[in-house]
Nanobody
Framework: QVHLVESGGGLVQPGGSLRLSCAASRTIFSRVNTMAWYRQAPGKQRELVAGITSGGTTNYADSVKGRFTISRDNSKNTVYLQMNSLKPEDTAVYFC???????????????WGQGTQVTVSS
């Protein structure tokens, strides 16, 4: 079953913007801790783009600092990635990752979204 629903990917010209969303279903998860975005470009290793703790502490890859902003809405169990000033090198499949507890369990585990394609091209 798919526990994380991602949206917002697409094709955009250089300099454009996109906002990615990832929702962790409240009917599946009792608690959501750290939320993050990773990306993987062709021929590249998967890398951490941005992360945010339950308390709101954020961290970013150097390549996206000043351009991307990660945020979360805890009432909706949703994490966002606002991407501005997009560059061709930002082209990748973006994966949502969350550390969360299932309603049926007592321990935290890592969960991945299926990925959403972001293509930056003129």
């Amino acid at each position: 079953q798919v526990h994380l629903v991602e949206s917002g990917g697409g094709l955009v010209q250089p300099g454009g913007s996109l906002r990615l969303s990832c929702a962790a279903s409240r009917t599946i998860f009792s608690r959501v801790n750290t939320m993050a975005w990773y990306r993987q470009a062709p021929g590249k290793q998967r890398e951490l783009v941005a992360g945010i703790t339950s308390g709101g502490t954020t961290n970013y890859a150097d390549s996206v600092k000043g351009r991307f902003t990660i945020s979360r809405d805890n009432s909706k169990n949703t994490v966002y990635l606002q991407m501005n000033s997009l560059k061709p090198e930002d082209t990748a499949v973006y994966f949502c990752n969350v550390r969360a507890t299932l309603l049926s369990r007592h321990d935290e585990s890592l969960y991945w979204g299926q990925g959403t394609q972001v293509t930056v091209s003129s």
